[in-house]
């Protein structure tokens, strides 16, 4: 725990070097306050051992550490003013994925930084209709829409020209059937191979039933990524290996995910109460990051998700929003932009779900 003074002096320290992005004197600090030189000197050096600022150089001021971050972050960070909206979406009402899309593009653009947006996994959304169509005597092709908005086509080639009335049967069958059943569900096996069908009915939905199949083993989590160009600042091009190593980590989306979760799972934060500014969202500094391609950045991430009462901060997680940035970022501008990004999709997939 620091003094009053020392966190007064720490904060308007990080906050000028958050500004202007040079090493902060004792001269440009003793302006804001009515302390002597001497004594913001005095407190500088005592910061200093505390391993919460460096001295680049002898002759020139201080840069806040990645502790000296953290200690901002966690105790004297702004509280965000009442009705500030960082972020303002449009959010597409027909599907999932164009909300997701649209969510990291605006939110790239508002921070200026690397964005990304993991969507609900399939095995969460439901079957909303199917449609069975002939495209030529022997060929059938299955459209399953579900209640996310994800669309599955598939394509299936018969021995034997189909009877068009078989077609027209398992069309109004399925989706009388299984419309509403979520994917992976039990009952949807069931429902799918009914034993009061003919033999006919029954070998025609089993031909069919792969579409269902793909779409329950289809990838868990789509990722959606904006704005990697901006991490190439000026301020960042000498750093061309970490960035190589954080594009290659983007590339491995199972990796990037594993450390997303990580993040939401475990804050760094650990036991301490958070200020109102980070109820909610998580911050991971430099080496607090997990994986190495992600330690010399930080990392801002907060859940989205259902109303859940007994679930923390309210909400049942469905997906992740994020942002990577540099260690000398506008945090309070960041975190207020995640925050408002994870609660209106909160809102937008509770519509989709219709289960707020």
């Not at 302006?31 to 000197?41: N, Y």
């Not at 109102?276 to 998700?305: C, F, M, Q, T, W």
Request: glycine letters at 8%; charged letters at 20%.
């Amino acid at each position: 725990m620091l003094t009053d003074r020392q966190e007064l002096v720490l904060r308007a320290l990080v906050e000028e070097y958050l500004d202007e992005g040079l090493p902060v004197g004792s001269k440009a600090l003793a302006e804001a306050f009515e302390w002597g030189p001497s004594t913001i000197r005095s407190e500088l050096a005592n910061l200093e051992e505390l391993g919460l600022l460096a001295h680049p150089h002898t002759s020139a001021g201080r840069v806040p550490t990645e502790a000296g971050y953290r200690y901002f972050v966690d105790r004297l960070l702004p509280d965000p003013a009442p009705g500030r909206q960082e972020l303002s979406l449009s959010l597409v009402r027909h599907e999932i994925d164009e909300a997701m899309r649209a969510t990291t593009e605006a939110l790239s653009q508002v921070t200026n930084l690397l964005a990304i947006v993991t969507a609900p996994p399939i095995e969460t959304s439901t079957i909303r209709h199917i449609e069975v169509l002939p495209l030529q005597p022997q060929v059938v092709m299955v459209v399953v829409i579900t209640s996310t908005g994800g669309v599955s086509k598939r394509i299936f080639t018969f021995p034997a020209p189909v009877d068009r009335g078989l077609v027209d049967w398992a069309a109004s069958y399925l989706d009388e059937r299984l419309v509403g059943l979520g994917l992976g569900a039990r009952m949807l096996h069931q429902r799918l191979f009914d034993p009061s069908l003919t033999s006919t009915e029954r070998g025609f939905l089993a031909a069919l039933a792969p579409v269902f199949t793909a779409l329950e083993h289809s990838d868990e989590t789509t990722m959606y990524v904006e704005g990697t160009a901006r991490l190439l600042s000026a301020e960042r091009q000498s750093d061309v290996s970490e960035l190589n190593l954080l594009v290659e980590t983007l590339e491995r989306r199972v990796s990037m995910l594993g450390a997303l979760r990580s993040a939401l799972s475990d804050p760094a934060a650990g036991e301490r109460e958070p200020l109102p500014a980070l109820r909610g969202v998580s911050v991971r500094i430099g080496a607090e990051n997990e994986l190495p391609a992600l330690r010399s950045v930080a990392l801002v991430a907060a859940a989205y998700g259902l109303p859940r009462a007994s679930a923390p901060n309210g909400v049942r997680p469905l997906g992740a929003v994020s942002v990577i940035g540099p260690l000398r970022m506008n945090y309070g501008a960041v975190i207020g932009a995640v925050r408002d990004a994870a609660q209106q999709l909160s809102t937008f997939v509770a519509e989709v779900y219709e289960e707020r």
